[in-house]
C-alpha cells in the first residue's frame, strides 16, 4: 500500500511539473506563433502609411495575429517565425471571424535574427497599395555619429521630397514609396524639415528637435497626401531601428 502511495503521489508531482513546463512554453509564444529566444524567429514591425487601407491584421501562415494596425501608428518591433509564410495584410473587417479581404500578400521572404519594418503604403483606390519592407540593419557609425535613412510615403509630390537637417540637405529628390541609403550624421539635435525638390524655400512638414543619439540608426519616414484631411495630411516621423544590447530571437 505505501508503494502504491509513494508512485500516486510521484505522479501527480510528475503531471504538476509538466504542466508547469506546458504553460511556460505557451506563455512564451509570441502573439504570432513565434516562440521567444527559439532562434527561428525574425523581429518585425509594421508601419501602415496608407490612408485609405482602414484598419487590418497581419496574417503568418494564414493565421491571424494580433493587434489591429491603425494609420499612421508604428508598431514596434515583435517576434515573428521567419518560417511563417505567407505573411499577408487583411482588412480587420470580419465575416463570421474570418477577414476574407486579402489586400497584400508578402513576396519577400524574412531571415532569422533580423530586424524588419514593413511599410503599407499606396492606395487601395487605384490599386497602388505595397508593402515595402525594410531590413533594419547596417554598420556601426563612426564613435559620435549616427545613422538615418528615409522612407518617402507622401504622395502627390512627382518631383520628390528632399529631407534638410539643420538647413544642411541630406537626402535629395527621394521619390514616392523609395528607401534611401543610410547616411551617418554627426550625433545631436537636429530640426529636421521636409521639402520638395521642386520648391525647396517651401517648408511641407517639420521634426523639430530630434535627437539623434551617438551609435544608432533611425528611419524617417513620411506619410500623407495633399488632398488629405487633417488626419491624413502630410506627416512626418522617426524610428528608432537599433535594439537593445543582447535582444534575443
Same mark, same amino acid.
Given at each position: 500500500?505505501?508503494?502504491?502511495?509513494?508512485?500516486?503521489?510521484?505522479?501527480?508531482?510528475?503531471?504538476?511539473?509538466?504542466?508547469?513546463?506546458?504553460?511556460?512554453?505557451?506563455?512564451?509564444?509570441?502573439?504570432?506563433?513565434?516562440?521567444?529566444?527559439?532562434?527561428?524567429?525574425?523581429?518585425?514591425?509594421?508601419?501602415?502609411?496608407?490612408?485609405?487601407?482602414?484598419?487590418?491584421?497581419?496574417?503568418?501562415?494564414?493565421?491571424?495575429?494580433?493587434?489591429?494596425?491603425?494609420?499612421?501608428?508604428?508598431?514596434?518591433?515583435?517576434?515573428?517565425?521567419?518560417?511563417?509564410?505567407?505573411?499577408?495584410?487583411?482588412?480587420?473587417?470580419?465575416?463570421?471571424?474570418?477577414?476574407?479581404?486579402?489586400?497584400?500578400?508578402?513576396?519577400? =521572404?524574412?531571415?532569422? $535574427?533580423?530586424? *524588419? &519594418?514593413? %511599410?503599407?503604403? @499606396?492606395?487601395?483606390?487605384? +490599386?497602388?497599395?505595397? !508593402?515595402?519592407?525594410?531590413?533594419?540593419?547596417?554598420?556601426?557609425?563612426?564613435?559620435?555619429?549616427?545613422?538615418?535613412?528615409?522612407?518617402?510615403?507622401?504622395?502627390?509630390?512627382?518631383?520628390?521630397?528632399?529631407?534638410?537637417?539643420?538647413?544642411?540637405?541630406?537626402?535629395?529628390?527621394?521619390?514616392?514609396?523609395?528607401?534611401?541609403?543610410?547616411?551617418?550624421?554627426?550625433?545631436?539635435?537636429?530640426?529636421?524639415?521636409?521639402?520638395?525638390?521642386?520648391?525647396?524655400?517651401?517648408?511641407?512638414?517639420?521634426?523639430?528637435?530630434? =535627437?539623434?543619439?551617438? $551609435?544608432?540608426? *533611425? &528611419?524617417? %519616414?513620411?506619410? @500623407?497626401?495633399?488632398?488629405? +484631411?487633417?488626419?491624413? !495630411?502630410?506627416?512626418?516621423?522617426?524610428?528608432?531601428?537599433?535594439?537593445?544590447?543582447?535582444?534575443?530571437?
Amino acid at each position: 500500500m505505501a508503494a502504491k502511495n509513494k508512485s500516486g503521489i510521484l505522479y501527480g508531482l510528475f503531471l504538476l511539473v509538466s504542466g508547469f513546463m506546458l504553460f511556460a512554453i505557451l506563455q512564451s509564444c509570441g502573439k504570432d506563433g513565434a516562440i521567444g529566444g527559439s532562434g527561428n524567429n525574425a523581429r518585425l514591425q509594421i508601419v501602415s502609411i496608407s490612408n485609405d487601407v482602414l484598419p487590418f491584421n497581419l496574417y503568418a501562415r494564414y493565421i491571424r495575429q494580433t493587434p489591429v494596425y491603425t494609420y499612421p501608428n508604428p508598431s514596434g518591433y515583435f517576434l515573428i517565425n521567419a518560417a511563417d509564410t505567407p505573411l499577408q495584410i487583411r482588412t480587420a473587417q470580419t465575416s463570421n471571424n474570418i477577414n476574407v479581404v486579402n489586400l497584400l500578400t508578402l513576396k519577400q =521572404t524574412l531571415t532569422r $535574427g533580423v530586424p *524588419y &519594418t514593413m %511599410f503599407v503604403m @499606396g492606395l487601395r483606390a487605384d +490599386s497602388s497599395l505595397q !508593402a515595402v519592407v525594410t531590413a533594419d540593419t547596417s554598420a556601426v557609425p563612426a564613435n559620435g555619429r549616427g545613422k538615418i535613412r528615409l522612407v518617402n510615403g507622401m504622395g502627390n509630390i512627382p518631383a520628390g521630397i528632399d529631407l534638410v537637417l539643420n538647413g544642411t540637405t541630406a537626402f535629395k529628390k527621394q521619390l514616392y514609396t523609395t528607401v534611401s541609403n543610410w547616411v551617418e550624421v554627426t550625433a545631436g539635435t537636429y530640426n529636421i524639415n521636409v521639402v520638395a525638390n521642386n520648391a525647396p524655400t517651401t517648408v511641407i512638414k517639420s521634426l523639430p528637435n530630434f =535627437t539623434i543619439l551617438d $551609435g544608432k540608426l *533611425y &528611419t524617417i %519616414f513620411t506619410y @500623407g497626401r495633399s488632398t488629405g +484631411s487633417d488626419s491624413t !495630411a502630410y506627416g512626418v516621423n522617426a524610428l528608432l531601428n537599433t535594439l537593445p544590447p543582447n535582444t534575443t530571437y
